[in-house]
C-alpha cells in the first residue's frame, strides 16, 4: 500500500492517513475484502506510534471503510449500500408552496439571490461571539451535556428572561416561562393544547406561512383576519366573532411578517377588550420586536399574561441552529404547556439554552442591537428605494425589522414570477405562501438583508416589462 | 464605594468588579437609584483599564443590576420585579403520574436515589468525549452556527446513519432519514402524519410513558398490546385486529421499556405478516438496541422499511441534553415527515447534529459501546440478586439494558409505595405509570445503573414486611 504520512504538514498525522486510505479506497486502488497492513508493520513503515495507525483504522471502521475482524486485522468493507436514488421528478413539479420554499431556501446554490430567506445572513450576526461563548462553555465544568436538560427549561435562563420582559413592560416569574424548541415550538404547543381538529382559529392574513402549516395539519379551520398598517383589521374580526368562537388568536404585534406593521396602542387596546367580550386568547408572537428601533406596543405589556401568551425566539438575533424560543403565560398555562412539551420533545436542549444565556448576559447584546436596529432601518430604505424605482409598491413603510412587503403592480399572483425565478437562481417569496388559504397575492416579501442585488432588480423589471 | 480587585487572582478583573458590585446591591448597600462612580474614575481607583470597567458595567445591565441612562452613566436599577410566588399546594398533591414523575426526576436533590431514572448517569457516559469534541467544534471554521440547519437534518450525520443502519441489515438512502429532537420527536411527527382524534393506535403494554401522554394529548384511543418475554402477544394483537383498523402499531423490538424483554425471530415475523394482512404500519422504537450484546433482531432488517419507521436516537448512548434522533422510513413517508417536522419545529440544532457526528465518526464509539453493555450486563445480574433477596420477582431476566422490571409480591399496586419512597429521598417507578391506560400495576421499573443502594433494598424490604 502506498501512502506518505509526513509529520511536518499541518494535518494531524491520523487524519493523514484516514483520508489516504480512504482516497485509495475510493479510487478503487484498495477493493472490498484486501486486507490493511497489521497495524505494528504500518507504523514502522510510516515511522509514526502504533497508537496513531490504531486511531486512523479505528476512524475508518467508524466511517465504513474498513471491517475489523477480530483477531485477523482490518479489511477494506465491502459497502453494501443501495445505490443513490434518481432525484424524485414529482418533486421538481411540486406546487411553489410553504414547503416549497422553505426546500429552495434550505439547499445550497452558488451565486443564488435568497430574497425570500426568513432569516438574517451570518454576516449580519455575532458569529464570532457565538463560537466565543461555545469555547467558553465547553472549557466551564459546569456545562456537563451527557445529561438530559430539565423539562421547563435552564433556570438561569428563565431568569434572565424575567428580566428582559420587565424591560419592555411584561411582569412574570420564572416559573412561567417555558423555553421551547424555537418560537415554533411554542406556537405549536399553545395550538395543541387549547384546540382540536375542526375547532376555528383566528391568524394574521397575510401572515407567517409556517403557522397555516401547522395549524391545517392539526385540522384547523383557519380565520383569515386581514392585517392593517396598525394592527389586525378590527371589523373584519368582530365579522367573525359574529359567527364563529374562535378560542385562539395567533398574532404579530410587532414588525408582523410578512408587512413588518406594529400594532397601534388603540388597536391594542380595543384587541384586549374584544378577546375579553368573546373570551378568547391572543397568542403573540413577538419574534422581530427586538429589532424594532425606540420598542412598540406588546399586547401583554398592557394585560399582564391574562389573555396573551407571549411567544419569543432569539433564533433571528443570536442563533437559528441553536433553537431557542421561549413562552410566557398565566402559571397555569405554563404548567400544562410545560406538560405538552414533555410529551412531544421530553426535554430542553440545555447546551443551546446555556449558550443564549451566556449572550444575553455578558453585556454586548444591548448594543449589537442597537447596531442590528440602525442596519437594518437604513437597508429597508435603500431596498424599497430599489424596489420603487423599478415599479413595485409599498402600501407603507416599515419602522425596522427584516422585511418589506411590495406590491407587484399588474400582477395578480407572483407564484408564476417566483417560478420562472428560480431559473434565474433568485429564490423569491410569493405573496400567496403567506395567505391564510393560499389565496393568490399580488405581493412579494423581500429579505432587506439580501434582495439589494442588481441581478434582483434587472429580473424583477423584465418581469414588469413583458 | 468599596470594592476591591486583585489581579493576581485567577478570577478575571472584569468578574471580580462584577461580582463585588452584585454583592453590594443584594445586600442594599448600594440602593437602587444611587449613581455608580464614572468608569474613568473607577478605572484609576482600582488601577484597571476603562474597558474592563465598561465591560463590568455592561454586564451588569444585562443582568439588570444597573441602568445605563444616556449621558449621565450607570445608576443602580430599581428591580421592580413580582415577588416569587408560593409552591403551589395543589402541585404537591398531584397524582402520582408520568408527569409527576418526570418532574421529580427533573428537580435536584442531595442524595437522593433516582431508581426511576430514565437514563444513564453522567459517569456511565462517554462526558469528556463529547466535550472534548464540542472544544474541537468550535475550533472548526466550518461550524457556524447563527443560520438555521436544513429541514431534513445535517446531511453527513444522514450519511452516517445510513452505514449504521447498513450494518444491522438496514438498507436505506440519506434522503430516507429525518434527523428529529430525539426519538420522542420522531414517534409525535409519526403520530401527527398518520392519526387524528377519535383514532385507534396500538401500543406496548406494559410501555413508554411518554408515547401514552402523547397520544392522549392527541384524543387517540390507546389499545395496548400485553408484552411477553419474547415480544408482544399477538393473540392479544389479533382480537384488537378483529374489532378495530388500527393505522399504527407503536412497539420497542430490543430491550423493551419498561421489561428489556427483546422480540424473538419468529414473532417478528409473524407481527410483519399481520401488518401485510391488516394494512397498519409498525413504528419500532429503537434507542436502546445499541445496548443490547450480541444484537437481535429489527423489524426493519426483516422488511427494509416497507411496513416499519425505523426510530432511534443517541440520547441514551451520548446525550440526552443534544436532544438528536432519527427516523428511517419509505423515501414517500421521508418526505412527508420532513414536511410535517418543518411545521412544528422548523429545522435541526446542527450544531448537536455535528457533535454527535463527530462522536460516531472518531472510532471510540464502538469500543465504548462494547464496555457499556458489559457494565449494564453486570449491574442487571446485580441489581436482580439484590431485588431477589428482598422478595421481588422478575418474570425473566433481562439480557441487558438498563432496566429491570419486578413484581411486588401481595402488591395490587405499587403507586402508594412510590408516594412513600419520595419523602425517603427515593424516587421509585410505579407500574401503573407504564400502563397504556394508567391501570394498576403490581411492578417496579428499576434503572440498574442507579438502584444499588443499600438504603433502596432497606426502604423496600421494610414495606415488604409492614
Request: glycine share 8%; with cysteine; hydrophobic share 40%.
Amino acid at each position: 500500500m502506498q501512502i506518505q504520512v509526513d509529520s511536518t504538514r499541518p494535518q494531524p498525522l491520523v487524519e493523514q492517513i484516514v483520508s489516504a486510505i480512504r482516497g485509495q479506497i475510493d479510487d478503487r486502488i484498495l477493493r472490498p475484502g484486501m486486507r490493511l497492513p497489521p497495524i505494528r508493520r504500518l507504523a514502522e513503515h510510516q515511522q509514526v506510534s502504533r497508537f496513531t495507525v490504531v486511531e486512523a483504522y479505528d476512524r475508518l471502521v467508524a466511517q465504513g471503510y474498513l471491517d475489523s475482524r477480530r483477531g485477523s486485522g482490518f479489511y477494506v468493507a465491502s459497502r453494501n449500500l443501495p445505490e443513490p436514488e434518481q432525484e424524485d421528478p414529482e418533486r421538481v413539479e411540486r406546487a411553489i408552496d410553504a414547503a416549497w420554499l422553505m426546500r429552495a431556501l434550505g439547499s445550497e446554490g452558488e451565486g443564488r439571490i435568497t430574497a425570500a430567506s426568513g432569516s438574517l445572513p451570518a454576516s449580519w450576526m455575532e458569529e464570532d461571539a457565538v463560537m466565543r461563548n461555545l469555547r467558553q462553555l465547553t472549557r466551564s465544568a459546569e456545562s456537563r451535556v451527557t445529561s438530559y436538560g430539565t423539562p421547563q427549561g435552564f433556570a438561569p435562563l428563565r431568569d434572565q428572561l424575567q428580566l428582559r420582559l420587565a424591560e419592555v413592560g411584561i411582569r412574570t416569574q420564572p416559573s412561567q416561562i417555558v423555553l421551547t424548541y424555537g418560537a415554533t415550538q411554542a406556537l405549536d404547543l399553545v395550538a395543541r393544547y387549547f384546540l382540536k381538529a375542526g375547532d376555528a382559529v383566528l391568524v394574521d392574513d397575510p401572515g407567517y406561512w409556517n403557522v397555516f402549516a401547522s395549524f391545517r395539519l392539526q385540522g384547523l379551520r383557519l380565520l383569515g383576519v386581514p392585517r392593517n398598517e396598525d394592527g389586525p383589521d378590527l371589523a373584519a374580526l368582530e365579522d367573525f366573532l359574529a359567527h364563529e368562537q374562535p378560542r385562539l388568536f395567533f398574532t404579530q404585534s410587532l414588525l408582523h411578517n410578512p408587512t413588518s406593521s406594529c400594532i397601534s396602542p388603540a388597536i391594542a387596546f380595543r384587541l384586549l377588550q374584544l378577546a375579553e367580550k368573546h373570551d378568547f386568547m391572543i397568542v403573540d408572537d413577538d419574534i422581530y420586536g427586538d429589532m424594532l428601533p425606540g420598542g412598540g406596543t406588546r399586547l401583554a405589556a398592557l394585560d399582564q399574561l391574562q389573555r396573551v401568551i407571549h411567544v419569543g425566539s432569539y433564533s433571528k438575533t443570536i442563533s437559528g441552529n441553536l433553537r431557542v424560543g421561549f413562552l410566557a403565560a398565566r402559571p397555569d398555562l405554563a404548567r400544562a404547556l410545560t406538560d405538552v412539551k414533555i410529551t412531544t420533545t421530553l426535554s430542553s436542549p440545555e447546551l443551546a439554552e446555556r449558550m443564549v444565556h451566556l449572550m444575553l448576559t455578558e453585556g454586548h447584546y444591548h448594543k449589537y442591537i442597537d447596531r442590528l436596529q440602525t442596519r437594518l432601518q437604513r437597508a429597508t430604505e435603500r431596498t424599497c428605494r430599489m424596489l420603487e424605482r423599478i415599479g413595485l409598491r409599498a402600501d407603507f413603510e416599515p419602522k425596522g425589522g427584516q422585511f418589506v412587503w411590495m406590491q407587484v403592480p399588474g400582477v395578480a399572483d407572483t407564484t408564476a414570477m417566483a417560478r420562472h425565478a428560480v431559473e434565474e437562481g433568485i429564490i423569491l417569496a410569493p405573496g400567496s405562501v403567506f395567505r391564510s388559504n393560499a389565496q393568490p397575492s399580488g405581493y412579494l416579501r423581500f429579505n432587506v438583508a439580501t434582495s439589494e442585488h442588481p441581478r434582483l432588480e434587472r429580473f424583477i423589471s423584465e418581469q414588469l416589462s413583458r
